[in-house]
């Protein structure tokens, strides 16, 4: 019953900038967090950067001072502005949105968006 859209994802040089949304729908109840994960060829899916329904904030170290992600709670939009991108980052990105209904706790992901960084 919830649906997560992602979009934003593009070809960008090394040293560029993007700026992913997701956009959440659907039947949701007290959110607990949202967050944006990646997955690059040959590898496992990798948290980048969480925000909290209080609005904490947490990333992954090798995000850090490069990507800040915000929430427009009057939208249902998370965002991810990720800055100085370095060919490391290219991968899918997924959008994902927990939350907490009697006490128990439900998962949901976007189908991801596709960020590719070359030169």
């Known amino acids: 019953q919830v649906q997560l859209v992602e979009s934003g994802g593009d070809l960008v040089q090394p040293g560029g900038s993007l700026r992913l949304s997701c956009a959440a729908s659907g039947i949701i109840y007290s959110i607990n967090d949202m967050g944006w994960y990646r997955q690059a060829p040959g590898k496992q899916r990798e948290l980048v950067a969480t925000?909290?329904?209080?609005?904490?904030?947490n990333y992954a170290d090798s995000v850090q001072g490069r990507f800040v992600i915000s929430r427009d709670n009057a939208k249902n939009t998370v965002y991810l502005q990720m800055n100085s991108l370095k060919p490391e980052d290219a991968a899918v990105y997924f959008c994902?949105?927990?939350?907490?209904?009697?006490?128990?706790?439900?998962?949901?992901w976007g189908q991801g968006t596709q960020v590719t960084v070359s030169s």
């Open positions: 925000i909290s329904s209080s609005g904490r904030t």
């Open positions: 994902r949105l927990s939350f907490v209904r009697s006490s128990r706790m439900y998962l949901y």
